[in-house]
């Protein structure tokens, strides 16, 4: 049976290695294979920019054009959502404003308008070392899911960053209005409240199903830390009052440091083995590590389905079956199974896909 959202053919021009290539993929697993260095990983890129963001290479879109072509891209896909059909194309064309455009069913879109239609999550050989990289990345990591969890949450996180840049950009400037900046940091608190909420309610949410998650795929637990003036959640009014304080007694050294020195961006974000005794996952073996990234992915997948969304998000898996043994990689399908969601592979054989079943699309990518 097909899942209740699937994407039924992707089309790119100019897209990295690609400067023409298609894919029909009714089905609900496809396996893209091949030698390396053939774009395989190019092709889930695109698939991972149907979703609000750089995608899954955080990439600039100069970087993204052909360099055969040089000035332009785009990808397009058709989208099946339960009976009826959605199409969507996403462009670039090299000029003076640096961004791209968005079209669904041909009208002209905000990429936040994505999240009303699908949810896209992915899993990379990068992100395996997501517990050793820097706090800025794994917070990166954390909101990208949650912004698939709570659409709101990106209403919100886009909202602070915008006004935090305007107030630094007004602190160092030589005319302040003192009113306005006032309102900037009330702004701001406002915003920075909803983002600290979104984030803790999802997070209590991710930690609720991993503690469901079934072997062999190891259980763990996601922390995250705030400065103490920014863990009072129970009075918003009180809150907002606090952090506006904060921000103006602190408005020379963010002048000086050119950075806002407390705020939700400054949250530590500690994930944990679980077992007997808890384990930093930083200290974890590598295929522990392995192991608890399937988990998260696995858990946001499942609220995003149980969500009012009430849709599995398409899951975006480069190079992860190789990496995995043979007991871990059919309980991955197993799982992947029961979420009723379609799952996008890649790897150099396709005999390492043989347990997918016959819901399978079997594409040989090659040299352009």
């Known amino acids: 049976m097909l899942p209740s959202i699937f994407i039924s053919k992707i089309i790119l021009n100019n897209f990295r290695s690609h400067e023409n290539f298609s894919i029909d993929a009714n089905s609900s697993n496809v396996v893209l294979f091949g030698k390396n260095g053939v774009g395989k990983t190019n092709i889930l890129e695109s698939i991972s920019l149907l979703s609000p963001g750089r995608g899954l290479r955080n990439a600039k879109n100069e970087e993204i054009i052909n360099k055969k072509s040089g000035i332009n891209y785009s990808l397009s896909a058709d989208l099946k959502l339960n009976d009826s059909s959605v199409k969507i194309k996403k462009f670039f064309v090299k000029d003076n404003s640096n961004k791209s455009n968005l079209l669904i069913d041909d009208e002209k879109s905000k990429t936040s308008e994505l999240l009303n239609f699908l949810r896209v999550i992915w899993v990379t050989p990068v992100m395996e070392k997501i517990m050793l990289q820097s706090n800025s990345e794994r917070r990166n990591f954390f909101d990208r899911l949650i912004f698939n969890i709570e659409k709101k949450h990106l209403k919100s996180f886009s909202a602070y960053n915008k006004f935090t840049k305007e107030r630094l950009h007004i602190l160092k400037s030589n005319n302040i209005d003192d009113g306005w900046l006032q309102q900037i940091e009330t702004n701001i608190a406002q915003h920075a409240y909803e983002v600290i909420r979104y984030r803790k309610e999802a ?89 608890i990234l399937i988990s998260i992915i696995l858990s ?68 352009s």
């Open 203 to 291: 997070i209590d949410k991710i930690n609720a199903n991993l503690s469901l998650i079934s072997l062999p795929f190891n259980s763990c637990i996601v922390e995250l830390i705030y400065d103490n003036s920014l863990k009072i959640l129970d009075n918003q009014d009180e809150f907002i009052f606090n952090y506006s304080n904060i921000l103006s007694n602190n408005r020379q050294i963010d002048k000086e440091l050119n950075r806002t020195l407390i705020g939700p961006n400054k949250v530590e974000v500690r994930m944990w083995k679980l077992d007997d005794r808890s384990i930093e996952a930083k200290y974890c073996s590598t295929g522990e590590q392995k192991s």
């Open 300 to 367: 946001v997948s499942q609220i995003i389905r149980d969500s009012e969304f009430a849709m599995s998000p398409i899951i975006l898996i480069d190079e992860a079956m190789a990496h995995l043994d043979q007991h871990h990689r059919e309980a991955l399908v197993d799982e992947l199974s029961k979420l009723n969601t379609q799952s996008w592979f890649t790897g150099v054989s396709k005999e390492i896909f043989s347990h997918l079943g016959k819901d399978t699309t079997f594409f040989e990518v090659k040299n």
